[in-house]
């Protein structure tokens, strides 16, 4: 078994292109398009029909807002940019409402919505508490505001809170989906040589020398695993020192997830390569695999918007599918490891079941 690991090193040292090539294409997909997606704030054209609410909170909330850039004009400037394309959505601000004018079907106009039904609700209640001091009589109702910004500054006790950008979830969202799709094809190619082993003849070789069936089988699936993962390695420490990338503080538990993830892809490879009878079926049925995982799985696109329940049905056999869960649940959502119990299970059930699956019919068909 060491010797054939060492054999298979020795292969790689001397041929690294399609690790190097896979690498590559990983770290650059997930590069453009990542930054392509964290770009500047949305653009949202707003006309106001009273100067008073531009000069009120409502108008301080939405300057303030961050990744929305609200931008005052008139009514027909509004009305063109949306109807020429220019923006997604306008806003017209009332006194006691507000109306959005939706030029295309837009992902943002539910964010918009509730950013601007906020600095409503925060101006209703800055008037209530000066309608409750003049109905008092004792506070000064001018300098109640004053007194409860000042009380605000030093309160007694306080809540952090912390999120992640919408920029930084399409970041993690690509680098997630790019480094397991582009991995499928680096740990397939790798299982390959098993099944051309096995056509040419050298594992009939192999096994009349000491170097049991077991360990032939073990030795190819470790490589495959160690380069796997060296790719995957490889990705996330480039985003984590050189783009620098936090991983909401989790990059540790984020690369003890790959484990389980890697292993099933492993096991999966395997049993392609038991179905397929040559290595030209291999390249034809790899590239369709991988394709309809990475699109099924949620890899190009978040999975929360495909609505077939066909298609999602699907995606609970799709070990792509549980490792962007994994990732985007530690990563984005902070969820606490015992809570990515369930993926990590079916990972690592997925992964033997497709390896006794995939020896089985290796065996029967090709020995």
């Keep these: 078994m060491i010797g054939i690991l060492l054999s298979?090193?020795?292969?790689?040292?001397?041929?690294?292109?399609i690790f190097i090539i896979f690498t590559i294409m990983s770290i650059g997909f997930a590069l453009i398009i990542g930054s392509s997606g964290s770009m500047a704030?949305?653009?949202?054209?707003?006309?106001?029909?009273?100067?008073?609410?531009?000069?009120?909170?409502?108008?301080?909330?939405?300057?303030?807002?961050?990744?929305?850039?609200?931008?005052?004009?008139?009514?027909?400037?509004?009305?063109?940019?949306?109807?020429?394309?220019a923006?997604?959505?306008?806003?017209?601000?009332?006194?006691?409402?507000?109306?959005?004018?939706?030029?295309?079907?837009?992902?943002?106009?539910?964010?918009i919505e509730q950013t601007i039904r906020r600095a409503y609700a925060k101006e209703q209640q800055q008037e209530q508490i000066l309608e409750a001091a003049r109905a008092s009589g004792d506070v000064d109702s001018e300098n109640i505001l004053e007194e409860l910004e000042s009380s605000m500054e030093s309160p007694v006790f306080s809540i952090h809170m912390s999120n992640v950008s919408s920029s930084n979830v399409f970041v993690f969202h690509t680098l997630f989906g790019f480094t397991l799709f582009f991995v499928i094809y680096t740990i397939g190619y790798n299982v390959?040589?098993?099944?051309?082993?096995?056509?040419?003849?050298?594992?009939?070789?192999?096994?009349?020398?000491?170097?049991?069936?077991?360990?032939?089988?073990?030795?190819n699936l470790v490589y495959s695993f160690f380069e796997g993962y060296l790719q995957v390695l490889i990705i996330f420490f480039v985003f984590r020192y050189w783009v620098g990338v936090d991983f909401n503080g989790k990059f540790a538990d984020i690369l003890l997830l790959l484990v389980p993830y890697v292993f099933a892809i492993v096991a999966l490879s395997i049993l392609i390569t038991a179905i397929v009878k040559n290595a030209q079926q291999f390249n034809a049925a790899l590239p369709i695999v991988s394709v309809s995982m990475a699109m099924i799985g949620g890899a190009f696109w978040p999975i929360e918007i495909v609505e077939s329940e066909f298609l999602l049905a699907l995606s609970k056999i799709n070990p792509l599918t549980y490792g962007m869960e994994m990732l985007n649940g530690i990563a984005v959502y902070d969820y606490p490891l015992e809570e990515l119990l369930y993926p990590i299970s079916i990972l690592l059930l997925m992964g033997v079941v497709f390896t006794g699956l995939g020896i089985h019919l290796m065996e029967r068909r090709h020995v």
């Design 8 to 17: 298979k090193l020795k292969m790689f040292i001397r041929n690294p292109f």
């Design 41 to 85: 704030n949305i653009n949202i054209p707003v006309y106001a029909e009273d100067d008073d609410v531009r000069d009120s909170l409502i108008g301080e909330v939405l300057d303030e807002t961050e990744g929305f850039t609200f931008n005052w004009v008139n009514e027909e400037d509004m009305l063109e940019d949306v109807s020429n394309g």
């Design 87 to 111: 923006a997604e959505l306008g806003v017209i601000l009332r006194e006691d409402d507000f109306q959005i004018i939706v030029g295309v079907d837009s992902p943002n106009a539910s964010m």
């Design 192 to 219: 390959l040589p098993i099944l051309t082993d096995k056509k040419d003849g050298v594992w009939d070789r192999m096994i009349l020398s000491p170097v049991r069936k077991w360990e032939m089988y073990a030795a």
